[in-house]
Structures are given as structure tokens and as C-alpha cells.
């Protein structure tokens, strides 16, 4: 099943994702400049073999619900995302909020 639906971070407007797979959720809060997902994501492939697309990106771990992604910590960001303060340990809140409305 997948799950697509607004959220609002201090009235700053985000779209979160959410898809059950056998044993595990894939989980994404994004707009249009940059996204934060749970530990599926490889942000070293981005940084690696993708460092000509300037992606935002950052990862969480342990994550199970849009909730929990919505206040982890990073455990892991691109590159390009340090452009935006982006850093690992920063609040997810705190990133998306140097990403709304750029």
C-alpha cells in the first residue's frame, strides 16, 4: 500500500510518502528542492556515481512512520545538501525548513 498526502512544517507545505513492502516501509518527505527518506536511501551512490545532479538529499535510520522520519535526526546527507547547512545529526525539521520556499 502507498500513502501520499501533505504535511506542513510551520505552515511551510511538504509531501510525505509512505509505502509498505514486505517487512520494512519506504519513507520520503520531499518538496521541490530536495528530500529526507528513511535508510533505504544510498547517499553514497549519490555522492559517488550522481555528483554531476545536484541532489538535496538526506537519510534516517530506524525510522518506521512519516512521524518518526519527521523527528530523526540525520544520520546521513549528499554533498550538495551541505550547500543549505544540511549536516548529519541536524534535526529533519531543521533541514526541511532550509529548503522550504528556495
Request: hydrophobic share 45%; proline share 4%.
Amino acid at each position: 500500500m502507498m500513502e501520499v498526502k501533505p504535511i506542513f512544517i510551520k505552515d511551510h507545505p511538504f509531501t510525505a510518502i509512505s509505502v509498505k513492502l514486505p517487512h520494512t516501509n519506504l519513507l520520503v518527505i520531499t518538496n521541490e528542492l530536495g528530500y529526507v527518506m528513511c535508510g533505504a536511501l544510498d547517499v553514497d551512490l549519490l555522492n559517488d556515481r550522481l555528483t554531476d545532479r545536484p541532489i538535496v538529499a538526506g537519510r534516517a535510520v530506524g525510522v518506521k512512520t512519516i512521524e518518526d522520519l519527521q523527528q530523526a535526526k540525520l544520520d546521513k546527507v549528499t554533498n550538495h545538501s551541505k550547500k543549505y547547512g544540511w549536516k548529519e545529526g541536524m534535526l529533519i525539521e531543521e533541514a526541511l525548513l532550509k529548503i522550504a520556499n528556495k
